[in-house]
């Protein structure tokens, strides 16, 4: 009746409808930047969710700890797959969307859009899930992680590591532009892509910098982002990069940016379970949910930086790992730390009870280092050993093993003054710790166990 009366003038009145709710060229959608890659995806879309926020958005937020709208957790658990990501695109208060994109959800139902503004592959290195739903290299599982880089739309940028080979290779695939990210700002990829007029991240005397061809601009100074401990841990420098990248490229001013990082700290209420940092006693604990060997590397890496001399782990792994990848956990476990706390809980995944611990001693058989192993059924035990062991001046990583659990036990020891604080590099690093009080310190060592022992296991 509008567009052909009976009488009277036609009136077009869809189309006003639609120039009023979306006016100008706008396509009614909502930035979407997904995130995939073996390790840093977390952090990475954390801090990616905290710089578009910063400008003002209501960002819809998916990851492996939950749904956040607005900063909001509205679900919890592991919510880095498609189902997940429709729930927050289809939220009606949502801004801009920040999605991590994981493997498994990749594989069984594709991804939760269908393309996405600005796609993140943050590494591949040494891999992860390896030998689960036919995936069984690393080749393999690059495949199934440059599908994000597929799904960049033509006018998007795909986000790529430079100095990984397998994550560089994806540039090749992607409909929109690269903008590549490394460290060393000679990297030879960073480098060509440069020369072509192309887009790169990258650090220059403890400076960001962002590029376009021979034009660069300077960013703020890494000893004023929270999150990489003042440059000194480069992964996390690396996180931050692929992040500068992704808001560069939808479309964030430098000021934007560099308020948003130096605005995220790296307490575990921002980036729960990834290198946050602790004093227990004058000791220094470290916990951080890496759980393949790429990212226990990673960690190790950093810590060769901290001058303890004794130096205890508590880690695992899930069941539904290759014996392999398992064993080859157990070597670096054994070549870089004194005491092993292994433990087993809720992710046998097909497993026997004991099988898992058993196949991280096949790999820690020829350890350079370890002289004491021990081994716990439930987290929970295993880290309540490794605290009556260690003692002021050494240095402990703990591994989170669930992260809510994880965070809730340390804040709740936190607040009840039975376990200590938190701390920054600094404090972490300093080469006279804190001596704890005769209380403290007859607390911490009233259960440490026979020291002549090189070897055993506590079940």
């Given at each position: 009746m509008h567009i052909e009366p009976s009488s009277g003038k036609p009136r077009p009145v869809g189309e006003s409808i639609i120039d009023m709710m979306f006016p100008g060229t706008s396509n009614g959608r909502i930035p979407i930047v997904s995130v995939t890659g073996v390790n840093g995806k977390t952090t990475t879309t954390r801090l990616i969710a905290h710089l578009v926020a910063s400008t003002g958005k209501k960002v819809g937020m998916t990851c492996t700890d939950g749904i956040y709208v607005g900063g909001r957790r509205i679900d919890s658990g592991d919510c880095s797959g498609p189902q997940s990501a429709r729930s927050v695109l289809m939220n009606p208060f949502v801004d801009a969307a920040v999605l991590e994109t994981a493997r498994g959800g990749i594989l069984r139902e594709g991804l939760g859009f269908d393309f996405c503004d600005v796609g993140i592959v943050t590494n591949i290195g040494e891999g992860d899930h390896l030998g689960l739903s036919d995936i069984e290299t690393i080749e393999q599982l690059s495949k199934v992680k440059r599908c994000i880089i597929e799904a960049v739309h033509k006018n998007g940028f795909g986000v790529l590591k430079a100095n990984d080979p397998l994550t560089a290779e994806m540039a090749e695939k992607c409909k929109g532009r690269v903008i590549f990210f490394a460290i060393d700002e000679n990297d030879p990829v960073l480098t060509n892509h440069r020369v072509r007029g192309e887009r790169v991240v990258f650090v220059r005397n403890g400076r960001i910098f962002i590029a376009e061809g021979a034009e660069e601009t300077p960013l703020t100074t890494l000893d004023h982002i929270p999150l990489t401990h003042q440059g000194r841990i480069q992964f996390q420098v690396e996180n931050v990069l692929a992040s500068v990248a992704a808001c560069w490229g939808v479309g964030m001013s430098v000021e934007q940016i560099v308020v948003g990082l130096e605005s995220f700290s790296a307490h575990m209420d921002k980036v729960p379970g990834r290198f946050n940092l602790l004093e227990v006693h004058g000791a220094t604990v470290v916990a951080d949910y890496g759980h393949n060997s790429s990212s226990l590397l990673a960690i190790i890496e950093a810590?060769?930086?901290?001058?303890?001399?004794?130096?205890?782990?508590?880690?695992?792994?899930?069941?539904?790992?290759?014996?392999?990848?398992?064993?080859?956990?157990?070597?670096?476990?054994?070549?870089?730390?004194?005491?092993?706390i292994l433990y087993e809980d809720q992710y046998l995944r097909g497993r026997k009870p004991g099988e898992i611990s058993s196949i991280f001693k096949r790999g820690m058989d020829s350890g350079k280092r370890v002289k004491e192993v021990y081994d716990f059924v439930g987290w929970e035990k295993a880290v309540e050993h490794a605290l009556n062991l260690i003692k002021a001046g050494e240095l402990m990583l703990l591994q989170a093993d669930t992260i809510d659990e994880t965070v809730?036990?340390?804040?709740?020891?936190?607040?009840?003054?039975?376990?200590?604080?938190?701390?920054?590099?600094?404090s972490a690093l300093d080469a006279n710790p804190t001596v704890p009080s005769p209380e403290q310190g007859s607390s911490a060592s009233a259960s440490v166990s026979n020291p002549s022992s090189s070897k055993r296991s506590v079940n």
């Open positions: 810590l060769e930086q901290f001058p303890h001399s004794h130096r205890t782990v508590v880690y695992s792994a899930a069941g539904d790992r290759r014996d392999i990848d398992m064993i080859r956990q157990g070597e670096i476990l054994a070549d870089h730390f004194d005491r092993v809730q036990y340390l804040q709740r020891a936190i607040e009840h003054n039975q376990l200590g604080r938190e701390i920054d590099l600094n």
